[in-house]
């Protein structure tokens, strides 16, 4: 309990002196306010963003294209993940496909898609949709190959149908992977919509913040710096929280009561 | 009669020059509701024997029969021979996302036992095996004791005929030892099967079983066996008798002269 405390209360004193530094930076330094402004302009600018209600759209845009990406991703993930973890065949078959997309760097096919689905939504969609693919797919096919042996074992004493053996043994196995999956899969649709909306967005937070940049206006660009990152984080915290909810039995949540 | 018959059981792993051959040529025939204990040194391919008869791993040549069914076609178990069996494993093996109950009930649950008589007789399992007002806690709250007793009781719950045990004490100290082995015998002799029992310590092999098996080391093969013909229920006692120890001593021997 007391390291707890102590914990959060270094936390807290981390972003005082980081703040205080940037400050004493910005008076120190003589940096041009366009670079750098200094952290009560950036206050001030965050205010004047969030205020302005035109923000909130941008924030509903940008929500709805990582949901939307992050939600397809999903499907198409497990689904996919599974058949790999579940057939051998397929798994040798398309394994080499799923590592040439996942070393092929993303980005440089943002461009891409944009020509093939135009500047609307659904090209946002699609990217954030393809940077979270693979973290899931990859989280649900490693978590069906490592189920305990002795866990199959069992299974197969029990005399369990093919898919009694799924739905009692591999798949609660395999969910702290995909959660794992999950996580970095959100992470990286935000990333995907926001990136997208840089190139070629006309809405959104990321377009929001091009556009201020093009004016200049830095401490608003910061303003929507902050407003993303705490969407990240909400999302995030969101997905992580499902483990609680639906692993409470796995190591990865709290420490284990007592015995082994 | 028979019920369990092993003819001519090989069992190679790998091919070529690195195979290695863990059984060779064990004849062995296990007769209704006896308890028979399997002895021999780590690696002799005792634990490979049990598999076999599980429907877990096949041998490589020869036969292992449930009854009258032969357990392996074309290296694929047989559901209807191995249906009427159930293993307790070295590692309790409980499954950690269910409670201590649902896990004693999981036979039950896969043969589709409806949801209440499934809650019932596991709670009355839990009293059985000794694990009583455990059954909503979750396995990884049991010690390793506890955890192997609830896998004797998910064993158990749907009445088995076959009742194959690899090494389940094999983790446990040896006063906790001495105590399930009291509580296995009181817990067969109420609900009597044929019982494979695989174990590395001799005592234990004499002091459950009507028949001890010696295996030599790899490759293994049946080295000689002894009946043991002591009433039960057998106290703990009976380990310091004279007429036990020389048992002990004699397949002792036995397994010294084999390898």
Redesign the interface.
């Known amino acids: 309990m007391r390291s707890r405390a102590l914990g959060w209360g270094l936390s807290l004193l981390i972003f005082v002196v980081l703040i205080v530094a940037w400050k004493v930076y910005v008076e120190v330094s003589d940096v041009s306010p366009f670079v750098l402004p200094p952290p009560d302009d950036v206050l001030a600018g965050i205010g004047e963003v969030l205020s302005d209600p035109a923000t909130w759209h941008h924030v509903w845009v940008t929500l709805q294209e990582i949901l939307i990406g992050f939600s397809l991703a999903l499907a198409f993930g497990l689904v996919t993940g599974a058949l790999l973890g579940e057939f051998e065949v397929l798994d040798r078959a398309l394994t080499p496909y799923l590592v040439f997309l996942q070393v092929l760097p993303k980005v440089a096919i943002v461009p891409l898609l944009i020509v093939w689905l135009g500047f609307g939504l659904s090209s946002k969609i699609v990217i954030a949709a393809v940077f979270a693919f693979f973290p899931i797919t990859v989280g649900t096919r490693a978590g069906l190959q490592s189920v305990?042996p002795?866990?199959r074992?069992?299974a197969?004493?029990?005399?369990?149908t093919r898919r009694?053996q799924f739905m009692?043994?591999e798949w609660?196995s395999a969910?702290p992977s995909i959660l794992t999956g999950m996580e970095v899969g959100i992470v990286l649709a935000t990333i995907g919509a926001v990136v997208a909306e840089f190139l070629a967005g006309s809405e959104g937070l990321g377009w929001l913040s091009v556009a201020y940049l093009n004016q200049l206006q830095v401490d608003l660009l910061f303003g929507v710096i902050v407003l993303l990152s705490v969407l990240g984080f909400v999302l995030y915290a969101l997905v992580a929280g499902l483990r609680r909810l639906l692993?409470p039995?796995?190591q990865s949540v709290g420490p284990?009561?007592?015995?082994? | 009669m028979p019920r369990i018959t092993f003819g001519g059981v090989d069992k190679q792993f790998g091919e070529g020059d690195g195979a290695v051959r863990a059984l060779t040529d064990i004849d062995l025939v296990i007769e209704d509701g006896e308890l028979v204990a399997l002895v021999g040194p780590s690696g002799c391919g005792k634990t490979t024997l049990l598999r076999t008869v599980?429907?877990?791993t096949p041998p490589t040549s020869g036969e292992v029969r449930i009854a009258d069914r032969s357990v392996w076609a074309d290296d694929r178990?047989d559901?209807d021979a191995?249906?009427g069996?159930?293993?307790v494993?070295q590692?309790a093996?409980l499954?950690?996302?269910l409670t201590v109950a649902e896990n004693i009930a999981?036979?039950l649950?896969?043969r589709g036992v409806d949801k209440a008589s499934r809650r019932a007789r596991a709670e009355a399992m839990c009293t059985l095996v000794g694990i009583e007002g455990f059954g909503d806690h979750?396995p990884?709250?049991?010690?390793?004791g506890?955890?192997q007793r609830a896998a004797i009781g998910r064993a158990l719950i749907a009445g088995p005929e076959v009742l194959l045990l690899d090494e389940p004490f094999g983790a446990l100290d040896a006063i906790t030892r001495d105590t399930m082995n009291l509580e296995l015998q009181e817990v067969w002799l109420r609900h009597p099967s044929t019982c494979l029992l695989v174990t590395h310590s001799i005592a234990e092999a004499v002091f459950l079983a009507d028949r001890v098996v010696c295996l030599s080391a790899r490759p293994g093969r049946v080295a000689g066996e002894t009946a043991v013909s002591f009433d039960r229920p057998r106290e703990i006692d009976l380990q310091h008798t004279t007429e036990f120890q020389d048992l002990v001593r004699s397949i002792r021997t036995m397994l010294a002269t084999a390898s």
Request: no cysteine; net charge neutral; aromatic share 6%.
């Open positions: 305990e002795g866990h074992d069992l197969r004493t029990l005399q369990a009694q009692l043994v609660p969910l692993v039995w796995h284990v009561t007592a015995g082994r | 599980a429907g877990l178990a559901p191995v249906g069996l159930a293993v494993f590692e093996n499954l950690p996302w999981l036979p649950r896969v979750r990884s709250e049991l010690s390793i506890m955890a």
